[in-house]
């Protein structure tokens, strides 16, 4: 099992930037695939990009691409999102996740464990 704490949600203003950690511990961070999704009420969680277990370019959304950042540093067991050029659309809880799976996914399902999430406010 692998527990994740997610940090560094807050309020920002729209085209300012943020970055996400996520914080693993328990079992070896880099057996896992690693995923950002967010999710607003009344919505499903929604994919924003994910990255395999050695690292490298990731898979994004087409809202987020070119804006967003997913990468990892397995010797801190750490997961992050850098971004840029926020948006009010981008207001959300952002959750990450770790996939025991053979390839890389993006529906929720397919992941399993998840952090409790970080607050992201973007104001227009």
């Known amino acids: 099992q692998v527990q994740l704490v997610e940090s560094g949600g807050g309020l920002v203003q729209a085209g300012g930037s943020l970055r996400l950690s996520c914080t693993a511990s328990?079992?070896?961070?880099?057996?896992?695939?690693m995923a950002w999704f967010r999710q607003t009420p009344g919505k499903e969680r929604e994919f924003v990009a994910n990255?395999?277990?050695?690292?490298?370019?990731?898979d994004y959304a087409d809202s987020v691409k070119g804006r967003f950042t997913i990468f990892r540093d397995n010797a801190k067991n750490t997961l992050f999102l850098q971004m840029h050029s926020v948006k009010p659309e981008d207001t959300a809880l952002y959750y990450c996740?770790?996939?025991?799976?053979?390839?890389?996914?993006?529906?929720?399902?397919?992941?399993?464990?998840w952090g409790q999430g970080t607050q992201v406010t973007v104001s227009s």
């Open positions: 996740a770790a996939s025991g799976a053979v390839v890389m996914h993006t529906t929720p399902i397919m992941y399993d464990y």
């Open positions: 328990g079992s070896s961070f880099s057996n896992y695939i």
């Open positions: 990255i395999a277990r050695i690292g490298g370019s990731g």
